[in-house]
């Protein structure tokens, strides 16, 4: 039975999803902030303990055979040792992948999650536009679905049952069985949240770029997308290219006369990768 | 018959000692490069050591084609297949969708 889903619905329901990581909010916070110290971003990551400990861990494995030979103990030493970028980018990304866990999604929405974040990154390098948000909204583009999954389980395994066997495109479908898609959840949900507005905006329009064309983050999340599921990164059955806006190729400087073997090559080895240490 | 070589990106953890760097690798923190090696570069462990404590996580290395002409051809038809099932709601009339599975089918074929 197809249901009607309002904002009101989905921000009353998503009250019972896990607790938001509240870190994700404080380190976007500090990109835009010069001032921001190290000690501020240790101070955010120390709040939770599991999050504290997969960074340690995390960093551990970097610096595997550094001459210092020393395993780092805390978040203090590894800041130190890795740098903050990295550091910024370990926290966000291990603090996505525990929200994913406790929200009892399947790896594979985790794995096109973390590929759609690593693509964004690599195409705001091949381009030169910034990417200083393009990891969380590669990470949170799809969270529209996650709330689906999780409180209408049984019409999002038939949203995805249609798709797979069909040429229809999902967000059609989505509309038939929920009277919405899941963009516009996710933008609801991350305006929720509080993340900045560049990020609801991504991730609001992500499918279709064309109405916010000079919001490059929105841009990059959509190209980004559409090169990870024609890469196949994910291999799932009902993998499909969506519609791809050409006008946002254009808006990001995508020149197809690049080379462009490199950069799906670079797309996919770093996706195997993050995948297997943020699993 | 002389064997062609070709270039493999791969993540971190698949390098082995020995393999040929493809192109030249560059690590750089902030903008300023720490490590480099050139193209043609006969991997170390050292060097991969190096590279992990870098945080590099891909390199692009060359790799001999040990395919015969036969299992390249099957591999290439089978990718195309995989690709036309994830396009198979696309119109590859429209000119971005066609130049995105050209390229997608032209690094199948790498």
Partial sequence: ?279 | MVMESRLRYLPISEVKEGMVLGVPLVLSEHGVSNFSLPAGHALTETNIRQMAVRHAEFVCVQVLDERSEAERLAEYAAAEARLKHVFRGSNLEDPAISRLYEAVLAFRRT
């Avoid at chain 1, 990109?31 to 939770?48: H, K, M, S, W, Y």
């Avoid at chain 1, 030169?128 to 590669?138: E, K």
């Avoid at chain 1, 038939?176 to 949900?189: K, R, V, W």
């Fill in chain 1, 1 to 279: 039975m197809p249901v009607q889903l309002t904002e009101a619905e989905i921000n009353e329901r998503a009250i019972n999803l896990p607790a938001f990581p509240r870190v994700v909010n404080d380190i976007l916070e500090t990109l835009e902030d010069d001032n921001a110290t190290l000690g501020a971003l240790v101070q955010f990551v120390e709040r939770d303990p599991v999050i504290t400990a997969r960074i340690v861990s995390i960093a551990n494995s970097a610096s595997m055979g550094s001459r210092h030979g020393s395993q780092l103990r805390d978040v203090n030493m590894a800041v130190s040792r890795i740098g903050l970028a990295r550091v910024k980018e370990i926290v966000l990304t291990v603090s996505m992948a525990e929200f994913a866990h406790k929200s009892q999604v399947a790896s594979s929405f985790w794995e096109h999650s973390v590929a759609v974040a690593v693509s964004a990154q690599e195409l705001a390098r091949f381009t030169h536009v910034s990417s200083d948000y393009a990891l969380v909204a590669g990470l949170l583009h799809d969270i529209g679905k996650l709330w689906m999954a999780r409180f209408y389980p049984l019409e999002f395994q038939m949203v995805r049952s249609t798709v797979d066997c069909s040429e229809r495109g999902i967000l059609d479908v989505e509309r038939q069985y929920f009277g919405m898609d899941h963009c516009e959840i996710s933008g609801i949900l991350a305006n929720r949240w509080g993340l900045p507005a560049p990020v609801v905006s991504a991730v609001r329009h992500h499918h279709d770029p064309s109405p916010v064309l000079s919001e490059k983050l929105v841009d990059l999340t959509h190209v980004a997308e559409v090169f990870c599921n024609a890469l196949d990164l994910t291999g799932s059955e009902g993998n499909q290219v969506p519609s791809f806006c050409e006008a946002a190729c254009i808006a990001i400087g995508f020149d197809w006369n690049q080379d462009i073997n490199s950069l799906f090559g670079k797309i996919q080895a770093r996706t195997e990768h993050a995948c297997a240490v943020f699993r």
